[in-house]
């Protein structure tokens, strides 16, 4: 079996992309930061840093899974990118 080396188009800039995503989805939703952090259990700072940073902070699976829940957007359109 030969096995070489394919090419894909990964997105370099994946987390931040993810962070627009958040901040878009939960001002459309008209859901503070404040209170998201609470509704997923996460910390107001940490939440925070991820917005401001565009996600140098990096996010859990997990909370990325609860954000979705909570604001009702499917996990699929956090990962769309920004045109």
């Given at each position: 079996m030969t096995v070489f080396k394919r090419e894909f188009n990964f997105n370099p800039h994946l987390k931040k992309t993810i962070a627009q995503n958040v901040i878009k989805y939960r001002t459309l939703a008209g859901v503070s930061k404040e209170q998201l952090a609470v509704d997923i259990?996460?910390?107001?700072d940490y939440l925070?840093?991820?917005e401001s940073q565009l996600g140098k902070?990096?996010?859990s699976l997990e909370k990325l899974y609860k954000i979705s829940v909570v604001l009702n957007v499917s996990m699929d359109k956090f990962f769309e990118?920004?045109?």
């Open positions: 259990d996460m910390t107001y925070r840093r991820f902070e990096g996010i990118e920004n045109e």
